[in-house]
């Protein structure tokens, strides 16, 4: 297929429970469009270069007016590369075949010049890809922790790369399979710059816990 297209839509709200009106923090919006094309081929052994992804659309924002609108707009590319596991594994859920993955991503980024506005009208000279970096690196495991009935689950890390000294993110997430059922258990922990768009330039850390499911 030479044009292997596809939509995706990401919504990120924070929901604080803590505040009286119970009200969400923030909500940002990232539709994006792109090509994935699956290669498979064989590096050494176990090793495979898996796909590249192309997206000449990604633009994400806050829907916010005035002083709190923040916006991007991205075109990037991707590499993945999986290691086979010695034993089949199904494809479980969002769960990869792979007992382990790795993807660069690079991206060109434009449309944040009023990011940069709200650097300098606050007294910082560092620019807005200094926080949100100019690509990611993201590893995943599979089935590395026990066997048995909760054998499956995965722990993704993903950091953005290319970023000013000091600023860096971190993600991990957890999952774990429940047993029998087409859910699975989820925790997350988030440390670093570049959270949400509205607090790019805000160092926080947050844990999160939850449920996720496919179908």
């Known amino acids: 297929n030479l044009f292997p297209a596809y939509f995706a839509y990401t919504q990120k709200s924070l929901w604080n429970l803590g505040q009286q009106a119970v009200s969400f923090e923030e909500s940002n919006y990232n539709p994006e469009l792109f090509l994935d094309y699956p290669v498979n081929a064989v590096i050494d052994g176990r090793l495979k270069l898996r796909d590249i992804v192309v997206s000449p659309f990604d633009h994400e924002s806050n829907g916010l007016a005035g002083a709190q609108s923040r916006n991007w707009n991205r075109q990037y590319a991707l590499v993945r590369f999986g290691l086979e596991p010695k034993e089949k594994l199904g494809k479980t859920n969002s769960f990869m075949a ?75 997430e957890l999952q774990q399979q429940i047993p029998n059922m087409n859910f699975a258990l989820y925790m997350q922990y988030w440390v670093g710059y570049g959270e949400t768009l509205l607090r790019f330039d805000q160092f926080d850390r947050r844990s999160f816990a939850g449920l996720s499911f496919s179908y």
């Open 98 to 172: 792979d007992k382990a993955s790795l993807y660069i991503k690079l991206w060109h980024a434009s449309g944040y010049s009023g990011q940069d506005t709200y650097l300098r009208s606050v007294g910082n000279n560092r620019d807005f890809l200094d926080y949100m970096g100019r690509g990611e690196v993201g590893i995943s495991v599979r089935d590395f922790l026990w066997g048995g009935s909760f054998r499956n689950h995965q722990l993704d890390i993903k950091t953005p790369i290319l970023r000013g000294s000091g600023k860096n993110s971190y993600e991990l």
